[in-house]
């Protein structure tokens, strides 16, 4: 039983980071519209937290999260209006970039010091993530190709995911469009057929190819019995109209 405990409370502690992680990459996203697929890390890191016997913290991935939880904690860090003057017990940051530089340090250092756990892939995701907002999409590239090609599939498909999105801004939709229909063909409890589809249909539309991006949106309402995708699936074809 305490054996049990150990491990939830290892559990726990890691659902803690992993949250966290999620709700700053969604808030990032927002803050960043061009890079659509990026939110869509809030639905891998939460299965990571929950889905029972995915994530077994070794010794070293028990440091190596709470070196992922100050790094989540910089990229939560607020920022200061132009000329206000920091507060010496509360971080904070003059800029978006600022602060994303910030944590890109924090899980380079995860990724150098635990270069073999779990926490290190999640860390490779997110210097792919501030990568993107220092505009080195060449990092971010290399950053998302990395945990794609790891071996957790959940973790893999959201970095798919973001590569694809990184592909369709920098008008590489070729390649963009080889990955969202890898993503369709073979989905993941994080990345689903749904998911990929929308995304895929945003890009056609965004590409000004607005039949295949009806093609796409109407499979979707053939596909999906539920009302979430359906309902903008339905809203995406008026606008198209």
């Given at each position: ?28 996203s ?9 939110a ?5 890191l ?23 939880s ?103 939709t ?5 990955l969202?229909?890898d ?51 339905t ?7």
């Amino acid at each position: 039983m305490r054996a049990q405990t150990r491990h939830q409370i290892k559990q726990d502690a890691f659902s803690r980071v992993t949250i966290g992680a999620a709700e700053k990459t969604a808030h990032w996203s927002v803050e960043h519209k061009n890079a659509l697929a990026i939110a869509t890390a809030a639905v891998v890191l939460v299965v990571v937290a929950v889905a029972g016997g995915w994530y077994y913290l070794s010794a070293q991935d028990e440091k190596a999260s709470f070196d992922m939880s100050q790094a989540v904690r910089t990229l939560e860090a607020q920022l200061r209006p132009p000329g206000a003057p920091a507060q010496p017990d509360v971080p904070s940051f003059t800029s978006v970039r600022e602060r994303s530089d910030a944590a890109k340090k924090q899980f380079q250092a995860i990724v150098d010091k635990y270069p073999h756990t779990r926490t290190a892939d999640m860390a490779r995701y997110f210097l792919g993530v501030t990568s993107a907002t220092a505009g080195d999409n060449a990092a971010a590239e290399g950053n998302f190709k990395a945990v794609a090609s790891a071996g957790n599939k959940e973790l893999a498909s959201v970095a798919k995911l973001a590569l694809a999105s990184l592909y369709g801004n920098s008008n590489r939709t070729k390649d963009a469009v080889a990955l969202y229909q890898d993503l369709i063909d073979h989905p993941t409890a994080s990345v689903s057929k749904a998911t990929a589809q929308l995304q895929l249909a945003e890009l056609y539309q965004t590409s000004n190819q607005p039949l295949d991006a009806k093609r796409i949106y109407e499979q979707i309402k053939k596909d999906n019995p539920g009302p979430e995708a359906v309902q903008l699936a339905t809203q995406k074809l008026t606008e198209l109209k």
